[in-house]
């Protein structure tokens, strides 16, 4: 089997089984197509405008977007709300994070390697950012996600996003820009482990604007606001004031986000909908 058909495995299967409880539970998906605006009528969401111009109505509405698209795009800026534009505009005292992510294919088992491995390197400069060290994510102990005699190595590098924003405005910079991460990368990790020399080819890599682009995700960061010592606590309840059936999921809800706080909220924009229609 081609490392292709492995490397989907990856998310692949979590994102099945949480796709298909939701089904054997009653809901319904629509894929391949997005969500245009929020409709509003008197105070009231009616439904969703898709991309392709289908309206969907509800009774209720949970965007579960990251809050910019939400805030700007299907609400249309309608709605704003001071908590997040206080934060956006005081990215020191809220700084986002967010990386270059790569997976390689190593033509080794690298038995006897540890999951995670971190080592102090010679520094080398990548889009605009200094490295001292790497940390290696090694998927050896799951045999579904490599051929045998294979494994796949992951590395993740915090990263600029105005660099990377910058490269795209030239097809060819970015893809250029991604070469050269892989190229530097085979020559640190060749450099300290000499057994994988000629051994390692490149997956693929996500940049800041990959997550842009799938996601939406605002300046490609995967968590939410970054807890520093000038920052203040938020624990943002998802509703927008004068609008009755709206209740917001997600981890910018909750700073700094993460996996648990976009389940939580998804959790809490549903008892809400209970309390509201009275349901214990
Ligand atoms: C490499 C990596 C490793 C990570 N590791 C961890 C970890 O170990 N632990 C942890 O807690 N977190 C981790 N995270 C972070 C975690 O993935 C995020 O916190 C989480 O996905 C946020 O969930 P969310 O539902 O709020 O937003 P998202 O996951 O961004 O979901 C928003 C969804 O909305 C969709 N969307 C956008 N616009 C529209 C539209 N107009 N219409 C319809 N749909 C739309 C997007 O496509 C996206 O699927 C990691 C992230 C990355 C990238």
């Known amino acids: 089997m081609p490392f292709a058909t492995f490397r989907r495995r990856f998310t692949l299967a979590f994102s099945r089984r949480v796709a298909d409880t939701f089904v054997a539970r009653g809901g319904t998906l629509s894929l391949g197509t997005s969500v245009r605006e929020i409709v509003i009528e008197k105070g009231r969401v009616t439904g969703v405008n898709l991309a392709g111009g289908q309206f969907v ?52 088992e690298l038995k006897g390697w540890n999951h995670s491995i971190t080592f102090t390197c010679k520094p080398f400069v990548l889009a605009n950012c200094t490295y001292h060290q790497l940390s290696l994510g090694n998927y050896a102990y799951e045999p579904s996600f490599s051929p045998p005699g294979s494994n796949v190595l992951t590395i993740s590098l915090d990263t600029d996003y105005d660099y990377w924003k910058e490269q795209v405005r030239d097809r060819k910079g970015y893809k250029a820009a991604k070469e050269n ?54 624990i943002y309840n998802g509703k927008i004031k004068g609008v009755k059936n ?19 909220t998804g959790k809490w924009a549903i008892e809400r909908i209970k309390k509201q229609e009275k349901i214990r």
Not at 251 to 263: K, N, T
Request: net charge negative; aromatic share 12%; charged share 20%.
């Open 181 to 234: 991460i892989y190229n530097s990368l085979f020559g640190v990790l060749e450099d300290k482990f000499p057994q994988l020399k000629g051994k390692i080819t490149g997956l693929d890599i996500a940049t800041p604007l990959t997550y842009e682009r799938y996601c939406d995700a605002y300046r490609g960061s995967w968590m939410s606001y970054i807890i520093t010592p000038k920052s203040k606590n938020l």
């Open 57 to 108: 109505p509800g009774d209720y509405v949970v965007p579960a977007t990251d809050i910019h698209t939400t805030l700007e795009k299907l609400l249309g800026n309608a709605y704003p709300l001071k908590q997040f534009t206080l934060r956006d505009n005081d990215p020191s005292s809220y700084p986002l994070m967010t990386s270059v992510h790569v997976a390689l294919a190593v033509d080794d």
């Open 246 to 264: 709206l209740y917001m999921a997600g981890q910018w809800l909750m700073p700094p986000g993460g996996l648990p706080v976009a389940a939580m």
